[in-house]
């Protein structure tokens, strides 16, 4: 018996900011007291893939969301530092709790962040570096959580529209210079919703729309709507039969293209679901993530895609699964599964992708710290490292770099490691650095982003910005 047969035989189906914000308007910042500069086969079909392209977007958005331009946690140019420290970076305070990994247009980031009881939406010039204006977006309802907040989704953008998505259910857009577009409450018009802990799905871009999906105990959906105007273009149900906590997800869909046509993957609630992205209309789903009916199986590592393949990592950290979504849709049901793993896995870090070999970094107890190399085709480990030992978990996800992987630590430090080899290379490649920043106060959450040659970090408290 393969590898591949073994793992899917055991498969079972300045001024107060306060005063500001209470204002109600955009806030323009020249000058803001906290705003400081600090010196100091289905895998060889991957370049097809729609999970790599970039639609919608124009050539002024460096990162348009949360996994980047591909999704896949893959730094465009591979040209960021490698090595560096707080003597050589800058860094902005961030008022406020939140753990949105910054969004990034030209030389603007833009992060959210619960202040003062408000929702807010930041846009920082990178190369003063400064806070330029923030937006206020509703009433802040986070905080359920001790890594938690009520600003975890991280915005998304096409190079001209700005989309933030709130715990509260409020949900607006603005242009680059910060003015109001349409505003929504996903809660008020579809009812509230029931997750036990603070909300962490992010919005999804897919060629002008922006999709949001409701993974919940109750109703759950996903929601799209237009980029430019608000208007909602589909909703489609997605229920399950997963029990208690198990119904609730904190995942962020990933865009596949599935026979020439896009598409969105999602998987939560015991369930991987495959939607048409021109309609919403559900053509494919896979069963069987939680075969004994664990009613505390919450998700929250997200898909990531190459090709036709979509990886899952499930269980709280305890499975990974690869499924083919063509397989999926002609409705193959779980012979569409390509191959699993029981052994290796990651809870809250979603992996990344390239080139045919996923990086995941595990959060689990008996091997915190450990980043693994599988060949995306078969499921086999090309190898593993142990990172430095620390009391601190992981909860940002992985980014590839050139030839490098970065890997961050919930105390802010960054593990470079690197030369990396391709899919068929099983040579362990070393930690090259770890890098430590000062602000190493819990919880560092959000993942490391490509600044366009720079390395964007948002800590507990700062966003540093590293490199020239």
């Known amino acids: 018996m393969t590898f591949a047969h073994r ?17 109600g308007s955009l806030v323009l910042c020249s000058v803001f007291a906290t705003a400081v500069c600090d010196a100091g086969d289905a895998t ?47 860094r902005v305070e961030i008022p406020g709790a939140g753990g949105s990994t910054p969004v990034v247009v030209d030389d603007m980031a833009f992060l959210t962040s619960g202040v003062d009881g408000k929702n807010v939406l930041f846009a920082i010039d990178v190369n003063e570096p400064r806070i330029v204006w923030q937006v206020p977006m509703g009433t802040d309802r986070g905080n359920k959580h001790r890594k938690g907040s009520g600003s975890n989704p991280s915005p998304v953008t096409d190079g001209e529209h700005v989309v933030a ?65 608000g208007e909602m273009k589909w909703k489609t149900d997605r229920m399950t039969d997963a029990p208690e906590e198990a119904a609730q997800s904190y995942t962020t869909p990933v865009a596949v293209e599935l026979n020439g046509r896009p598409a969105v993957a999602v998987m939560g609630a015991d369930h991987l679901t495959i939607n048409d992205a021109a309609d919403g209309k559900e053509i494919g789903r896979l069963g069987g993530f939680n075969p004994e009916g664990q009613k505390f199986f919450r998700s929250i590592a997200s898909p990531v895609a190459e090709g036709n393949l979509v990886f899952c990592p499930y269980a709280r950290g305890a499975t990974l699964t690869a499924v083919d979504i ?17 052994d290796i896995g990651s809870d809250v870090p979603t992996p990344a992708v390239r080139d ?27 190898w593993s490292l142990r990172l430095p030992r620390s009391r601190r978990s992981y909860s940002s996800s992985p980014l590839i770099s050139g030839d490098h992987l970065y890997v961050t630590g ?25 890098n430590v920043v000062a602000d190493d106060e819990d919880y560092t959450v959000a993942s ?18 590293i490199g020239n």
């Not at 035989?9 to 204002?23: E, V």
């Not at 919930?410 to 930690?431: C, F, K, R």
Request: negative net charge.
């Open 7 to 23: 793992m899917t035989a055991r498969w079972n189906p300045s001024c107060s900011i306060s005063a500001k914000i209470a204002t």
């Open 44 to 90: 060889a079909e991957a370049a097809a893939g729609a999970s790599q392209t970039a639609a919608g977007q124009n050539e002024s958005t460096v990162w348009p969301q949360w996994r980047g331009p591909s999704q896949q946690g893959v730094a465009p140019e591979g040209t960021l530092p490698k090595k560096w420290d707080e003597a050589t970076s800058s």
């Open 165 to 229: 998505y709130f715990r509260s259910g409020d949900w607006s857009c603005v242009n680059l210079s910060g003015e109001v577009l349409w505003s929504h409450n996903l809660q008020d018009e579809f009812g509230e919703d029931s997750l036990w802990w603070d909300l962490g799905s992010s919005p999804l871009l897919v060629d002008s729309m922006v999709v949001i999906p409701v993974m919940q105990t109750g109703p759950s959906y996903l929601v799209a709507f237009d980029i430019g105007t």
């Open 326 to 342: 063509e397989k999926l849709a002609a409705g193959e049901g779980k012979d569409a599964i390509v191959w699993f793993r029981d």
């Open 356 to 382: 045919g070999v996923l990086y995941v970094v595990s959060d689990a107890k008996h091997d915190k710290g450990t980043v693994y190399a599988l060949s995306a085709k078969s499921g086999e480990t090309l």
């Open 410 to 434: 919930e105390n802010g430090h960054t593990s470079v490691i690197g030369p990396l080899g391709g899919a068929g290379d099983s040579a362990t490649p070393p930690v090259l650095a770890t």
């Open 448 to 465: 490391p982003v490509d600044l366009g040659g720079r390395l964007g970090l948002r800590t507990k408290n700062f966003l540093y910005i």
